[in-house]
């Protein structure tokens, strides 16, 4: 069974970092195009990210650029998110999601384009 596991969120005051990790069972990610994504209450579901199979291309929102990085690491079958000056207004579920067609290049991910999606893990800032 193909399946998607987010770790790494959690509470964190203004200012701070979080790493946010996808990591993936029942399936290599080697081949896969991997998105971040979040939500928060109240508002729709944001594509924030997006890395390619081999790394090479990566986008990012306007509103997370500069701030948030997107890595991945094949050989542990797991992509990252590092987050550094988080604001209040990223508190949200954060998603990642797979896909092995999804061509990550400028423009942010689009939920609808992914096949496969973890559960989601809590990031909120606050002071």
């Known amino acids: 069974q193909l399946q998607l596991v987010e770790s790494g969120g959690g509470l964190v005051q203004p200012g701070g970092s979080l790493r946010l990790s996808c990591a993936a069972s029942g399936f290599t990610l080697d081949y896969y195009t991997i998105g971040w994504f979040r939500q928060a209450p109240g508002k729709e579901r944001e594509g924030i990210s997006c890395?390619?199979?081999?790394?090479?291309?990566?986008n990012y929102a306007d509103s997370v650029k500069g701030r948030f990085t997107i890595s991945r690491d094949n050989a542990k079958n797991t992509v990252y998110l590092q987050m550094n000056s988080l604001k209040p207004e990223d508190t949200a579920v954060y998603y990642c999601?797979?896909?092995?067609?999804?061509?990550?290049?400028?423009?942010?991910?689009?939920?609808?384009?992914?096949?496969?999606w973890g559960q989601g893990t809590q990031v909120t800032v606050s002071s």
């Open positions: 999601a797979a896909d092995r067609y999804y061509y990550c290049s400028g423009y942010v991910p689009i939920g609808s384009g992914f096949n496969y």
């Open positions: 890395i390619s199979s081999t790394g090479s291309n990566t």
